[in-house]
């Protein structure tokens, strides 16, 4: 892939100078700046959280820096409103769909343009369509495509206003490889045009496959900026991450029985990521972590597990031996199970009641007699350093940080025996998510075993014991923390394979796939058949492969020792821990 | 049977206006449960307009006014302060009862001369349908023209294209710089003097005269022929000829020996509307419901 803009004198477009955005305590953007010229193609990278989403908002005029300034061709602009990016010539395909669903394909595409005329639209989309390879349906509605075709609808709605700089927020989440190399194809072509391009995703071999040029944010501010092409891989998964500077983590002593189980479970859901297949187990006094980049299954297996929706057999999800899987979450929680979802407020928490209020929230049918909702409401605020206003405050008056620390210590209260947390540290500042992971650690060393569903990765590196990635809705093998690396997971959650990191020694690699457990059946079933319900056909089991090496049918494993024993991939040996699945004979009592 | 066909179609008039101006602001996405108060401050308007100035046409004008001021109130406390619009509405047809009440104190019992009525033909003059369908008044014919006119508008324009757009994603309009506000304000205003130019077909040509809570739950029911109609303006002409029968029906029930007991007729249509919804529910594609209706909007910044 050459870029055609090897000429010197590169043209600035479009600059951004120290752009910071707050929302409430958070701090979004701290300090971005960055430029893209006309006919280059930018990519924008960075960690979930680092703060791309918002930058791009501010770009678009949906959101309004809060200090900074843009330049669009060496001139200072306000962009106020999506109205006046539209007028300057600025296209954004946004992460999730924008489209109207009452309206048809046609009728979507209008609203982008100056002025109406059915056969005008016409013409333009067999233009785009002829050059590009978009062909659309004008007559469909909207709420009848499928999601790739949607996510084309999009696309095509912003390439026909003809931007000068088009805007990409993860394009390629619901194409097919095929539909993204296409939609790659186009994207050259336009930058030969002279378009300039700011590309955000997770995906580092895309960045490289398509993008001149790269800048790295983390924690709202740009780390630095590269050229994707030349530099590995592995380097600018570093980058994205930072260093992860002196792990806490534990020695995995305290490893016992496995306390949960899941069992080649399927949950198909209706909008999102379902999951084909998955398998774990989480043990006593340990940390499993699932990793994954947003979208990928994890909202369908907290809820799978957490009871939101019941799975198909019960068997597939048992604790302590005892299937709970057709239990809902109230039946659940009296076994023994707590859980603490991603969102804040509206899922853990109602804003509008009372600290004590939303306490009930997760003690309602459980045995043991509550003496006062308060008196413990005020304990838990005590122990878990929750800083709210004095008495009862609603949920909502309290910041993001300190509401996570009371939900947490909402359900670590209850001294479960397993806890299942999404994003424990999601939008906390740093003092109060180390006082969190604190807290989950201290859990297992009391014998809990904890599952958390994370896309952190210097989280998870700091508190883990086990990580299994989830991608497409599929479940890796479980590793051990100490055979991997930062740059091996990232590439695991960005759906490259092994083999495309460059260190990595040339033994074939098996995908990752749900791991087999001794009682699996499913070793011998292709995973295509999982969750016959899809939503959009580009998730199937066919286009995984597409993007794998022909030839790496996953051996069939021996059964017991089912922790993968692996090699470093820098050389230096690291300490294997295996540990066996059974450790603790005895199981343990409560 | 000729004079309640007539009737009927007289009945249905306030019915198409109040139910096209309430369409609109509903395929904008907003929900405005004050038609009933906005009929009557139409209605009160119009009557006093027209019996001072003795100007039908001022009459009509007034009412439209009138209604539209009260939406102003509706667009500023529930668009502007983004108030709960159930709530909003509720409240200004509470108050448009009582506000009207207070402004014809004195208008009640004087009475208007009725509108002309086109003359039919003579060529036509033994053709009974012509005579139900042209023996009216000029507010007939306009509620007529209106109602096309905005399902030519709503299908067939961009401005109508972009309400739709704002009615069903008002997130994505606003990302796409359509001005949701405004384009919502505005179609709120119009639905406002159009159940005021309903209120004023009431007090100007129904009955003529002014009486306290005059429309009678007109508004509600104009409200309902939203539903009954599932959005689609052209299906509102069905919608009004029936709910409007079933009106009439009332009137006529000794001439044309209906024996139905006069409270469940005050009740079918609302029936209907039940049942309207239960069908457009089983529909398995999609009605044309916004998507957005009643949802509060505030921008992000």
């Known amino acids: 892939m050459t870029s055609g803009n090897a000429t010197p004198p590169r043209s600035v477009l479009f600059e951004a100078r120290s752009i910071a955005k707050s929302f409430g ?54 962009i106020s409103s999506p109205a006046v990016a539209r007028q300057l010539g600025i296209g954004m395909v946004f992460q999730h769909f924008s489209t109207f669903e009452a309206l048809t394909v046609g009728e979507n595409l209008a609203l982008a343009l100056p002025k109406l005329s059915k056969r005008a639209i016409g013409k333009k989309a067999a233009e785009l369509s002829d050059k590009y390879g978009l062909t659309l349906r004008l007559s469909r509605r909207v709420e009848a495509l499928s999601a790739g075709e949607k996510q084309r609808v999009e696309i095509v709605r912003a390439l026909i206003q003809t931007p000068k700089l088009l805007i990409l927020d993860e394009p390629t989440s619901v194409l097919t490889p095929q539909e993204a190399d296409r939609l790659f194809e186009t994207l050259d072509a336009l930058a030969a045009d002279g378009m300039a391009l700011i590309y955000i995703s997770h995906r580092l071999p895309e960045i ?59 949950i198909s859901v209706p909008e999102g990521t379902s999951l084909k297949k998955i398998s774990f187990n989480a043990r006593r006094g340990e940390i499993l972590a699932i990793a994954g980049v947003a979208g990928e299954g994890q909202e369908a297996l907290f809820s799978a597990l957490s009871g939101e929706i019941p799975a198909r057999r019960a068997k597939s999800i048992t604790l302590s031996d005892k299937p709970i899987g057709a239990m809902g979450p109230t039946r659940r929680r009296r076994l023994g199970i707590a859980f603490a979802p991603e969102q804040r407020l509206g899922h853990a928490a109602v804003g509008d009641f009372p600290l004590s209020e939303n306490l009930r929230i997760t003690r309602h049918g459980l045995r043991g007699g509550e003496t006062s909702l308060k008196a413990r409401a005020a304990k838990i605020r005590e122990a878990f350093d929750v800083r709210a206003g004095a008495g009862d405050p609603k949920a909502a008056t309290l910041s993001g ?12 209260d209850r001294e479960p025996e397993v806890f299942v947390v999404a994003q424990p540290t999601w939008g906390v500042d740093a003092g109060a998510a180390s006082f969190i992971r604190n807290e989950l650690m201290r859990m297992t060393e009391k014998g809990a075993a904890v599952v958390v569903i994370s896309q952190d990765l210097e989280e998870i590196f700091q508190i883990a014991d086990r990580v299994a990635v989830l991608h497409r809705g599929e479940l890796s093998e479980t590793f051990a923390i100490d055979a991997l690396t930062p740059e091996r997971i990232g590439l695991l959650m960005s759906g490259s394979d092994i083999a495309d ?3 990595v020694d040339n033994t074939p690699e098996p995908r990752p796939q749900p791991k087999l457990v001794a009682s699996n059946d499913a070793a011998s079933v292709p995973p295509a058949s999982a969750s016959a319900v899809l939503s959009e056909p580009v998730r199937t089991v066919e286009t995984e492969t597409a993007s794998a090496p022909p030839s790496t049918p996953a051996p069939p494993k021996p059964p017991p020792p089912q922790a993968p024993t692996r090699l470093s991939t820098r050389g230096t040996t690291s300490v294997q821990w295996t540990p066996p699945e059974s450790f603790h004979p005895v199981r343990p009592e409560q | 049977m000729e004079a309640f066909l007539i009737a009927v179609i007289v009945a249905a008039t306030p019915f198409l206006f109040a139910a096209t101006g309430e369409l609109v602001a509903e395929r904008s996405g907003v929900l405005n449960l004050g038609v009933e108060g906005m009929m009557l401050l139409g209605a009160v308007a119009a009557f006093a307009t027209a019996l001072t100035t003795g100007s039908s046409l001022m009459g009509i004008a007034a009412g439209a006014a009138a209604g539209m001021a009260g939406a102003f109130l509706f667009v500023i406390v529930a668009l502007g302060f983004t108030a709960n619009q159930a709530a909003t509405g509720l409240a200004l047809t509470i108050f448009g009862t009582g506000a009207s009440g207070l402004i014809g104190k004195d208008f009640v019992g004087q009475a208007l001369a009725p509108m002309p009525k086109f003359t039919v033909p003579e060529a036509l003059a033994d053709n009974a349908a012509a005579r139900i369908l042209l023996a009216h008044d000029g507010m007939v014919f306009g509620a007529v023209a209106l109602v096309i006119l905005v399902w030519a508008w709503l299908n067939f324009t961009r401005t109508g294209l972009r309400l739709r757009a704002v009615g069903d994603d008002h997130g994505s309009a606003q990302a796409l710089g359509l001005g949701v506000l405004k384009v919502r304000s505005l179609a709120v205003l119009f639905g406002g003097a159009c159940a005021g130019l309903g209120g004023a077909y009431l007090s100007l040509v129904y009955t003529p005269l002014w009486a306290e809570d005059m429309t009678a739950g007109r508004g509600w029911i104009a409200l309902a022929l939203v539903v009954f109609a599932s959005w689609r303006p052209l299906r509102l002409f069905i919608g009004a000829l029936i709910f409007a029968a079933f009106d009439q029906a009332r009137n006529y029930r000794e001439t044309l020996d209906i024996d139905i007991p006069s409270q469940f007729l005050s009740m079918a249509p609302y029936l209907a509307t039940i049942i309207a919804l239960v069908v457009i529910s089983l529909a398995s594609r999609r009605s044309d419901a916004p998507a957005c209706l009643g949802r509060d909007f505030r921008p992000d910044r």
Not at chain 1, 241 to 261: C, E, H, M, N, Q
Request: with cysteine.
């Open chain 1, 208 to 266: 490289r496959q398509l993008c001149d040029r790269a800048t790295i944010l983390r924690q709202g501010a740009v780390v630095a900026t590269c050229d994707p092409k030349t530099t590995p891989l592995s380097q600018i998964a570093e980058m994205m991450i930072g260093k992860t500077a002196d792990p806490i983590r534990r020695t995995g002593s305290y490893v016992g029985a496995a306390r949960l189980k899941v069992d080649n479970l399927s």
């Open chain 1, 25 to 78: 305590d958070v701090h979004a953007n701290r300090d971005i700046s960055l430029d893209v010229a006309m006919g280059e193609k930018l990519a924008l990278l960075g960690e979930n959280g680092a703060g791309k989403s918002t930058f791009v908002k501010m770009i678009d005029g949906v959101l309004r820096p809060d200090r900074g300034e843009f330049l669009w061709r060496g001139k200072p602009v306000s």
């Open chain 1, 501 to 503: 990191l460059e260190m």
């Open chain 1, 401 to 412: 940080g300190n509401l996570q620390k009371f939900v947490m210590g909402r359900e670590i």
